[in-house]
T-cell receptor
């Protein structure tokens, strides 16, 4: 597509429920990132994929968070047993850079706003 | 990890004024980007500028990598320039983990 696409744009769920957030990167981009932005703060890194594999998942806050990218394109961020503190905007970004040290320009989607009641 | 600090944290300008936003970082970088986050939350790419100077219309940016800072210049500001400006960097030798600064919140008034 022309840009990074994220769905849903808004998700309201109850504490304890499971949610999935989807990211469709720019066509041809090999690297994909997930970030989380809480109110009044800058985005914080969660996980980075190069192709199908998670090259760096050091930003995932705990084992309730998991992400996959099975075919090297679309990625899904999965959150189990959601908590109120998980409420935030989840941003996805992609870049055409490759290799273990990618320095390419990142392009962000519009984000998925998650609210946990 | 790398520290990224932006100043000023908040800025109010009258339409037509010029401004300079600063980004300081604590380690060497091989990627630096400036973003504008509009009131709807969209992160808009302004510059990809790990070093040197670039200009795009009323905006320009300069990164002095050896001294670990970058500047974003906004000239003849407009109300549509309002929002939060973020600087983000990738520390040299790391696998592209973009670290965001604290942001500068800009409000342009009539």
């Amino acid at each position: 597509g022309a840009g990074v696409s994220q769905t849903p744009s808004n998700k309201v769920t109850e504490k304890g429920k499971y949610v999935e957030l989807r990211c469709d990167p720019i066509s041809g981009h090999t690297a994909l990132y997930w970030y989380r932005q809480s109110l009044g703060q800058g985005p914080e890194f969660l996980i980075y994929f190069q192709g199908t594999g998670a090259a760096d998942d050091s930003g995932l806050p705990n084992d309730r968070f998991f992400a996959v990218r099975p075919e090297g394109s679309v990625s899904t961020l999965k959150i189990q047993r959601t908590e109120r503190g998980d409420s935030a905007v989840y941003l996805c970004a992609s870049t055409s850079g490759s290799g273990s040290v990618n320095t390419g320009e990142l392009f962000f989607g519009e984000g998925s706003r998650l609210t946990v009641l | 990890g790398i520290q990224v600090e932006q100043s000023p944290p908040d800025l109010i300008l009258q339409e037509g004024a010029n401004s300079t936003l600063r980004c300081n970082f604590s380690d060497s970088v091989n990627n630096l980007q400036w973003f504008h986050q509009n009131p709807w939350g969209q992160l808009i790419n302004l510059f990809y500028i790990p070093s040197g100077t670039k200009q795009n219309g009323r905006l320009s940016a300069t990164t002095v990598a050896t001294e670990r800072y970058s500047l974003l210049y906004i000239s003849s500001s407009q109300t549509t320039d309002s929002g939060v400006y973020f600087c983000a960097v990738v520390r040299t030798g790391t696998a592209s983990k973009l670290t965001f600064g604290t942001g500068t919140r800009l409000q342009v008034t009539l």
